[in-house]
């Protein structure tokens, strides 16, 4: 027989879950935006200081150097940031798939027994 009680436990347990889950996504994205934010504004900082040390140059060769100076910076700078919001999307995928691990091992399980 059907028990409305235990159905309900489990529909409140499994919405607990969904909106848990939510929350920990949406934190992800927040923190993910906020790193994008504040790189941008440093990338620009570094830009705007960059210009105004060109334009103070009086050689051609200590505007080179400059130049190659900056572009180094602003390259490792880029990868280091690519590298860390790219592992904030793995841990926001790794949070997002998280309340799906076991229903999929579960399935996994029964399907891979009945293929025995």
Known sequence: MFNFDEANKKSKEAMDGMLKS??????SYQAIATEATDYS???FQDMTGFMEELAS?????????????????AYESFIAESTKI???????AKTAY??????????TAVVTANAA
Do not use: G
Not at 58 to 73: D, G, N
Not at 86 to 92: E, G, N, R, V
Not at 98 to 107: L, M, T
């Open 22 to 27: 939510y929350s920990e996504i949406a934190k």
């Open 98 to 107: 998280k309340p799906y691990e076991a229903p999929v091992a579960k399935s």
């Open 41 to 43: 504004k440093k990338s």
């Open 57 to 73: 140059t009086r050689s051609v060769e200590a505007a080179f150097e400059l130049q190659t100076k900056y572009v180094k910076s």
């Open 86 to 92: 790219t592992d904030m999307y793995a841990d926001l």
